[in-house]
């Protein structure tokens, strides 16, 4: 089994290492190819994940080049997990909406519109590079924003589905304060990516026991201090969102604090610079401490379950991953992108019925989901007054003035990677 990972500079990918060889029973890698234009960053990561594997007595061939052809030809599944522009232009996807009274982060917003307009034509140039050397080769996306990304995969006939951490997290987490095995957890996971909540906390799979009451009524206030909202905004839900959704449900005040401090891209720059000179050091034979600070927590076993699943018979037959919504919930088109649990395999990613959706919950995937149409129309064929639609029907900026003003920042700052400009 070959896999290839675009983006394999990132320093996460010590994280995804770490995963692979711990779990090779699960995702028996013979060849990991680590794919990225940085030559000088790929030296230093591959030569921790080799030693990481000789540690581990992971009998796999780790190979690097900087050649998108070259590494995923014959791959069998590639992994995505690339940022166009880096960490400068997150550190601006985070400052200039900020400019404009509104939330500056890299996923959601204006900013995460930005993100989308540099990444997916990116994206879909590699997806074509994959399908000219093998066809049959499997695409995860853990680029962000994934939702938006995924969608473009799968609108251009891409074999792809799309993988974020919040899920895994969060079983992790309710895990521990059950004390019980995570794979005994399973979580009535709806929504879009990055726009998400648990309705429901199950012991032992779908038909179990919903322990959610029992975990608020007992964990509240460490949830909410992990989701970094008030406890009366759970308790008011009587659910889990995820912690994207405190930039609906206290814009302002997330905005007011962000305006207070460093921008998270520029506290990333300081870790990244830091890990790579820890990667550089060759007695350093394991993931470093540091690294959970970085994010993407629990993404090597997400991936590793996903790719198990989509290459054999590994993986868990059912996980949480982004994929079209085929009526899943009826108030969306099929062809949009949700994040639901999904039975995996050879064949893909189908989504598992879902109860009738709260109205509170319904109405704002549908206000995301539209947004999300017109991001994807704009990143696909760019143009300001596709770029200024967009913005304007985020239930984030949603004024005329804001999304005027924010369409002129965001060109002006993305000139570069953007074509159409």
């Not at 995804?16 to 779990?23: C, E, K, P, T």
Request: net charge negative.
């Amino acid at each position: 089994m070959k896999l290839a990972v675009v983006g394999g500079g990132s320093t996460y990918t010590p994280e995804l290492i770490d995963g692979f060889a711990r779990l090779r029973d699960t995702l028996p890698i013979e060849e990991l190819v680590l794919v990225d234009p940085a030559a000088d960053r790929l030296e230093l990561v591959s030569g921790l994940a080799r030693r990481i594997f000789a540690k581990q007595d992971h009998a796999g061939k780790i190979t690097t080049t900087t050649d998108i052809d070259a590494g995923v030809a014959d791959a069998d599944a590639v992994l995505l997990q690339l940022r166009v522009g880096g960490q400068a232009a997150r550190n601006q996807d985070e400052t200039w909406p900020l400019e404009c009274g509104c939330v500056g982060q890299e996923t959601t917003g204006a900013g995460g519109l930005a993100k989308a307009l540099r990444t997916v034509p990116v994206v879909l140039d590699i997806a074509e590079r994959v399908r000219r050397t093998n066809p049959d080769a499997w695409i995860i996306d853990f680029t962000n924003p994934v939702g938006i990304v995924t969608r473009a995969l799968l609108q251009a006939g891409h074999k792809a589905v799309g993988l974020c951490n919040v899920a895994i997290g969060f079983q992790r987490k309710f895990a521990r304060l059950l004390e019980v095995e995570p794979g005994q957890v399973y979580l009535d996971h709806v929504g879009l990516n990055h726009l998400s909540w648990e309705l429901g906390v199950r012991l032992g799979g779908p038909d179990g026991e919903n322990v959610l009451p029992k975990l608020l009524a007992e964990h509240g206030d460490a949830i909410a201090d992990d989701l970094r909202m008030d406890r009366r905004i759970v308790d008011r839900l009587g659910v889990v969102p995820s912690y994207y959704l405190r930039y609906f449900y206290a814009h302002d005040e997330v905005v007011r604090e962000l305006g207070t401090k460093p921008s998270r891209a520029a506290e990333v720059a300081a870790m990244e610079k830091e890990l790579l000179e820890m990667y550089g050091d060759p007695a350093l034979d394991e993931k470093p401490e540091l690294l959970a600070k970085r994010g993407g927590a629990f993404y090597s076993e997400a991936a590793v379950d996903l790719a198990a699943s989509l290459l054999g018979d590994g993986g868990s037959p059912v996980q949480v991953v982004n994929t079209y919504n085929n009526g899943t919930l009826p108030f969306l088109p099929d062809d949009a992108v949700i994040e639901v649990q999904a039975r995996v395999g050879r064949d893909g990613a189908t989504p598992l019925a879902v109860p009738a959706l709260d109205p509170l919950y319904a109405g704002l995937i549908a206000n995301v989901t539209a947004y999300e149409d017109l991001a994807l129309e704009a990143a696909l064929r760019g143009g300001r007054d596709r770029v200024f639609k967009a913005l304007l029907a985020h239930p984030l900026i949603g004024q005329f003035d804001y999304a005027e003003g924010l369409t002129d920042r965001l060109i002006a700052h993305n000139r570069e990677h953007l074509a159409w400009a």
